[in-house]
């Protein structure tokens, strides 16, 4: 594995690439994952109510879907280390104004500047897997990162339930920003992927051109809704669950924390069957499959949490399984959509991820627009949004084995 210079590579461990580069795609689930307990203390402590402080959660994701649109086009340009490391200046700063805000809606400012600079870390890191390897070597990769970074959002609720215990929630934030700071020493132990001479250097114009070329692709299309509509199922999942388990359920923050940890072991599973599945069958069938599911999975839990059906058993088994396929739709759709045009990894992946996450906004601020105290609007959200994910990917035009 190399870095580029000179149009070679100097030699990298691909163990130690691989977790720097998964650490980079951890900026999200940690930024998210590790507040989600602490959502109504939050409320209490600002006044604010439920729907007003899940506004901060949907802020994180349209700062995170917009800043792709331009980090991803910086990264293709300048290089991808250089844009990472002023991502992550401007998220370690604004991890501190979260930490030392005194109302909801300055927390709901900060999230989304927080998460504007985060974004910059996982659109090239995925960019830079794309440089390094093909197609379906690249969706193995990235199920090899979603793996090592599956530890992030299983442990990160557990690590906010403490913290809720020991501290407040002011100091989740600290802890942000301090993985923040650890992150970016790690990057300068791994090479510049993209040599100056592959570099676009292109205009504003250019760079708007180049988006509505990918937006006018159908196969790009299909690979990046069939993800983008499972990240909003994910998304809902994530906003509303700290409200359905802890209010409606009475469960503490600290279960909640396990049995977001366990959703997370589905995924990690899954990225080993993607990894073995793609090897025999393909990446495009393996999105395939994972996305079929995902449509299975979410009609069963809006039948169940619709209708009240079991209980927190009918709420917490679907959603595993249909969490479950983030291991074959995530990397494998992704792939898919930088792989389309060549030359144009970054600007796909940022695309791509901005598509994800203000879909992802828009699902979270439906569930809590439609929020009536039971968990039957999240099921119903994420029913929906299982289907429009095997829509899209039966959507493809061709399929490659």
Known sequence: MTSLSEGRVRPVNPH??????SSLMAFAPLAIDMYLPALPEIGRGLNATPATVQLSLASFF??????QLVWGPLGDRFGRRSPIVIGIVIYIAASFGCALTNDADHLVLWRFVQAFGACAAPVLARAMVRDLFPQDQAARMLSLMMLIMGIAPMVAPLIGGQILVLLDWRAIFWGLAAFGLVVLLALFSIPESLPSAQRRRVGIGAMVMGYLRLLGNRSYMAYTLAGAFFTGGMFTYIAATPFVYIEYFGISPQIYGFLFGMNVIGMMAFNIVNRRLVTLIGSDRALLYGSIGCAVFGVALAVLGGTGSFGLLGIVVPL???????????ANSMAGSMSVIPGMAGAASGLAGTVQFALGALASALVGWLSDGTPAPMALVIGGMGICCALSALALPTRRT
């Not at 130690?16 to 580069?21: H, Q």
């Not at 349209?62 to 800043?67: K, V």
């Not at 595993?320 to 995530?330: E, H, P, Q, R, T």
């Open 62 to 67: 349209l700062g995170f879907g917009s800043g």
């Open 320 to 330: 595993f399984l249909y969490l479950s396929m983030m291991g074959l739709v995530g």
């Open 16 to 21: 130690w690439l691989a977790i720097v580069l």
